[in-house]
């Protein structure tokens, strides 16, 4: 019997990898992409031993505009057709909009906004021709809260990657199709190390804040299954997206402006 299929996109490290682990001690075999194929050998060859899954591995920049159909061509060429799809690459960029490049915001854009949609657009219509599908895009609690300054595109992204899970969710109902957005806050991973965050955030932010990789993906996962449009993982993030609910934004953005360098590169 042939199993079902998850695609992940920025699976070599953090919470993309975390996903690979749960889906493949899960039964899934699974189509990880990313831009380091040695870092997603390296996570291949582990996941076939422990688990007995196929891998297929994908080498993939995702701001490159023709990237998505790459993947789509490379699986149907393999064979596989994509029963869950987790929309995880990402990044934060740092600085102000108008001290970075155009180009540098541009490639933030097709990363985490263009990219998500155009692959979703791809295999969404094989799950609703099967009767089952599994669509995941990691988003963000700053998805949730009005912006700040600094790393200007990511909240604004995150957001519509929340609206849209929403809109797809409701499109999608009764087809045996689930779409879930999940919204972890800090989580330990090379995300802050990628966008140079780690030092800064170690010595600013409390442990309470941060929840580890497994357990935002296992959250993220009993909510796609459970068909719940907006998952946000454990009681701490649980709690302050409540507040930013109940608080008048004047006050949030205040708060952020006060608070905000410990989150954000200058």
């Known amino acids: ?9 920025g699976a070599s490290a953090g919470i993309g990898a975390a996903f690979a682990h749960a889906l493949a001690a899960g039964g899934y075999d699974l189509a990880l992409t990313a831009r380091r194929l040695d870092r997603l050998d390296t996570l291949a060859a ?3 031993s422990r688990h007995g899954v196929e ?14 159909a790459a993947l789509a061509e490379a699986l149907n060429a393999a064979g596989r057709q994509v029963d869950m799809l987790v929309n995880n690459a ?11 490049r155009w180009a540098d915001q541009a490639d933030v854009l097709q990363v985490m906004l263009t990219a998500p949609c155009d692959l979703t657009h791809r295999f969404l219509p094989g799950m609703l021709a ?31 990657l929340i609206r849209f899970s929403q809109s797809l969710h ?9 779409v879930s957005a999940l919204c972890p806050g800090l989580t330990w991973s090379e995300f802050h190390d990628v966008n140079g965050m780690r030092d800064q955030l170690n ?14 993906v296992a959250a993220g996962l009993a909510a796609v299954e459970e068909n719940r449009p907006v998952c946000i993982p454990g009681r701490v993030n649980k709690t302050l997206a ?25």
């Open 1 to 9: 019997m042939v199993r079902r299929l998850a695609l992940i996109t």
């Open 46 to 48: 582990e996941l076939r």
């Open 55 to 68: 891998v297929l591995t994908f080498a993939a920049d995702l701001a490159k505009p023709g990237a998505p």
């Open 90 to 100: 990402g990044y934060g960029l740092p600085g102000t909009f108008a001290t970075t």
């Open 130 to 160: 099967r009767g089952y599908g599994r669509i995941i895009h990691v988003a963000s609690l700053a998805g949730l809260t009005p912006g700040g300054a600094g790393h200007t595109l990511y909240g604004a992204v995150k957001s519509f």
């Open 170 to 178: 409701l499109e999608c109902a009764g087809t045996g199709v689930h």
């Open 203 to 216: 010595r600013s932010t409390p442990a309470w804040l941060w929840m580890d990789a497994p357990a935002v």
């Open 242 to 266: 409540l507040l930013v609910q109940l608080l008048p934004d004047r006050w949030i953005m205040a708060l952020t402006a006060s608070q905000g360098w410990r989150f954000r590169k200058p």
